[in-house]
């Protein structure tokens, strides 16, 4: 199975929070799968960490980067075509890095890892 995990899911997951879900946590880490970080979580977990909402171990780099060297998850960069896409999505949702992920699950016809249920309002598969 191939995911885009939202950025709560993917923070989620490493600080151990209850909020995840049993199932998202379940796919999350089965090895089977392919679990993506979309540079749009990075940066908006990056600017988070910068503005003092988001507290992390580490710096964001390399926290990040960490990460993705293990292989707990792979990138997934923002295309020309994401772009246009989240851009021209109906105004269901107004967070342009949710849109960003909407548009990349579309185009890439993989579900989202997300709690957020206005995801679902848009032509995308969620799992939770």
């Known amino acids: ?10 923070l989620w997951l490493l600080t ?3 909020r995840l879900s049993r199932r998202a946590r ?12 979309s540079a749009a979580s990075v940066y908006e977990i990056s600017l988070k960490a ?10 964001p780099e390399s926290f990040i980067a960490g ?20 851009g021209s999505l109906p ?18 016809s993989t579900p989202i890892v ?3 249920r206005s995801i679902g309002a848009y032509d995308v598969e969620t799992i939770w």
């Open 50 to 59: 910068r503005l003092g909402r988001l507290v992390l171990p580490e710096a």
């Open 26 to 37: 379940t796919i999350m880490e089965d090895d089977a799968n392919t679990i993506y970080l």
């Open 114 to 116: 997300t709690a957020d």
């Open 67 to 86: 990460r993705l060297a293990i292989g707990m998850f792979r990138p997934l960069v923002i295309s020309v075509a994401h772009a246009a896409r989240a």
């Open 16 to 18: 151990d929070d209850r």
């Open 91 to 108: 105004p269901i949702h107004r967070d342009p890095w949710d849109r960003l992920l909407i548009a990349q699950a579309q185009i890439e």
């Open 1 to 10: 199975m191939r995911a885009i995990a939202d950025t709560h899911a993917f």
